[in-house]
């Protein structure tokens, strides 16, 4: 158990956060805020959760997606930043682990996640 | 001024460059006798036993029973027996905490001063041992303050943090960075600015 005090801290900080339900599987858009010299703006990454790590404000999550000439690419962004402007979920995805590093060793058709259906 | 402190632990913020916190909560202390030096002799609560001499002494100052450990530190000028006000900590913004660091025990010196230690491998037969340690016969001595092995840690250290923010009503004191010591520990924050 986290101390109540470090709990409270955190959650003053998180309450006011709006971020959707998801989990690993689920396909996911990110706009990220980027900052390049004086200008900012908004760049939106797209795919797989494949993890959720952590808790309180160093909450994480993992997303994979396939770059230019299938190269996987993972970019680790923290859950409750104020560099993430919005998460989106565009997929839910049926999965039976919370950790899907096995996607690495897989490719193409094999890399596929079936789509939850809810009955 | 001085404070007695109890280390929470650590956390971090959420801004776009997120600041590493330390909490802090500040114990209740009593101000039993104000010395002429602006130093005060103060009551806080420890897990320690009661015995006669400490009832004696709250018996002296009229204090409750849970203020059972006795402790010197800074006052600010004006303050009275009793409770200990904490409030200039909300104006604080940068302060310097006192703690007992962490006991690392008997240490080589690779861990207790840095050495960089000799090659692994190759037939080298010199790993993590401290080498030469001075000259020959003149001056037939080891220069004093020679770094050797020893006890690591355990040591009062102070160190400066700026403060993030102060929550009096749970007496929770936000720095920034990390400060000395374990969880739990216990020390003293003097207000530098």
């Keep these: 158990m986290r101390n109540r005090y470090i709990e409270r801290f955190e959650q003053a900080q998180i309450e006011t956060k709006e971020i959707p339900q998801f989990r690993a599987g689920d396909t996911l858009k990110v706009a990220v805020r980027i900052t390049e010299g004086n200008k900012e703006r908004v760049q939106s990454y797209e795919g797989l959760c494949i993890a959720i790590r952590g808790e309180g404000t160093g909450k994480t999550f993992m997303v994979r997606k396939m770059g230019a000439n299938s190269i996987g690419v993972e970019r680790i962004f923290p859950l409750y930043s104020d560099s993430i402007e919005k998460i989106e979920v565009l997929r839910r995805g049926r999965?039976?682990?919370?950790?899907?590093?096995?996607?690495?060793?897989?490719?193409?058709?094999?890399?596929?996640?079936?789509?939850?259906?809810?009955? | 001024m001085e404070f007695i402190v109890e280390k929470i632990g650590m956390s971090r913020t959420i801004n776009v460059e997120s600041i590493p916190v330390t909490l802090l909560k500040v114990i209740d202390t009593n101000?039993?006798?104000?010395?002429?030096?602006?130093?005060?002799?103060?009551?806080?609560?420890?897990?320690?036993?009661?015995n006669k001499s400490i009832e004696g002494q709250q018996a002296k100052f009229g204090i409750t029973k849970e203020f059972n450990k006795f402790m010197t530190i800074e006052v600010a000028s004006g303050v009275e027996a009793g409770a200990l006000d904490v409030t200039p900590l909300?104006?604080?913004?940068?302060?310097?905490?006192?703690?007992t660091t962490k006991g690392k025990g008997f240490q080589g010196v690779i861990k207790r001063h840095g050495f960089a230690g000799g090659p692994g491998g190759h037939g080298s037969r010199f790993h993590r041992a401290p080498g030469s340690i001075g000259n020959c016969e003149w001056p037939g001595r080891v220069k004093r303050g020679q770094k050797m092995p020893g006890q690591h840690g355990n040591t009062q250290t102070t160190v400066k943090n700026?403060?993030?923010?102060?929550?009096?009503?749970?007496?929770?004191?936000v720095l920034k960075g990390s400060i000395p010591g374990h969880n739990g520990a216990r020390g003293l924050v003097r207000i530098v600015k």
Excluded: H, P
């Design chain 2, 90 to 99: 909300g104006e604080a913004n940068v302060v310097k905490t006192t703690l």
């Design chain 1, 95 to 119: 999965v039976r682990r919370a950790k899907l590093f096995y996607l690495r060793d897989l490719k193409g058709k094999a890399a596929r996640i079936k789509e939850l259906r809810r009955k």
């Design chain 2, 162 to 173: 700026e403060v993030i923010s102060f929550d009096a009503e749970n007496g929770i004191l």
């Design chain 2, 31 to 50: 101000v039993c006798e104000v010395r002429e030096d602006g130093k005060a002799l103060v009551a806080y609560n420890s897990s320690k036993k009661l």
